[in-house]
């Protein structure tokens, strides 16, 4: 059986270093702020909480509510990154993140490597 502690930070370690090459940044793992605080999974992307969910059945709206309590801990966007077992990594963002002209906060999917353009882009300055 497998441990889903254990399978959880193996996603966490994962999406670590999918961030690290994507964007060139220094991303760390939050397992002591997760333990004490019930912090955001990953630090290192500036201005946002990134929330990582790996498994065969992920109850994405709770995980979702989940990012979004510890991005407002913290003022930042949250980004919920996950993949179902034997499927890709997605990112779940807020609309209003894309396009807070819209007022719209509905939830938007895209591939993890999507999400990373959008950041770059973001990072650099380039945002349309």
């Not at 441990?3 to 964007?23: C, D, H, P």
């Not at 929330?51 to 059945?57: A, D, L, S, V, Y």
Request: charged residues 25%; proline residues 3%.
């Amino acid at each position: 059986m497998i441990n889903s502690r254990q399978k959880g930070a193996a996603g966490e370690r994962e999406v670590a270093t999918i961030l690290r090459e994507e964007l060139k940044l220094e991303i760390h793992r939050n397992w002591q702020q997760q333990a004490a605080e019930g912090g955001a999974d990953l630090s290192g992307v500036p201005g946002w909480a990134i929330e990582i969910k790996r498994g065969k059945n992920i109850r994405l709206s709770d995980a979702w509510q989940q990012a979004a309590t510890q991005a407002a801990r913290t003022k930042s966007k949250p980004v919920l990154i996950y993949r179902f077992d034997r499927q890709d990594w997605f990112a779940m963002m807020s609309f209003f993140d894309l396009r807070p002209d819209l007022h719209d906060h509905s939830q938007v999917t895209m591939p993890v490597m999507s999400w990373c353009n959008l950041v770059r882009r973001e990072l650099d300055g380039t945002e349309s």
